[in-house]
């Protein structure tokens, strides 16, 4: 289960072609993020990315770690979410 979290988080981005352009995929972190967001609503929200029960699951979960956290440890993922995306790597994105 914990691999397929991964690949859930691993599949958005190439989807995306990686990089901060790409707003679903920030949409998706944004969204995880959020604790006013609902595993419901994050769950029909990257429906379109997945396939499955394990999937959903795995969202589930994956939102659930997140609604779990302070909202100092919500702040400085959201920190790191920005220096990732505008770090010289992924700049040229």
Request: proline letters at 5%.
């Amino acid at each position: 289960m914990k691999l397929l979290k991964v690949l859930v988080l691993v599949a958005l981005p190439l989807y995306c072609f990686a990089g901060s352009g790409c707003l679903p995929l920030e949409e998706a972190i944004n969204k995880a993020i959020d604790s006013q967001v609902s595993i419901d609503e994050y769950q029909n929200f990257l429906q379109p990315f997945t396939y499955g029960l394990e999937a959903n699951e795995a969202i589930a979960e994956l939102k659930q770690c997140f609604l779990q956290q302070s909202d100092e440890t919500l702040s400085n993922f959201a920190l790191m979410m920005d220096i990732i995306y505008n770090s010289p790597s992924c700049v040229p994105f």
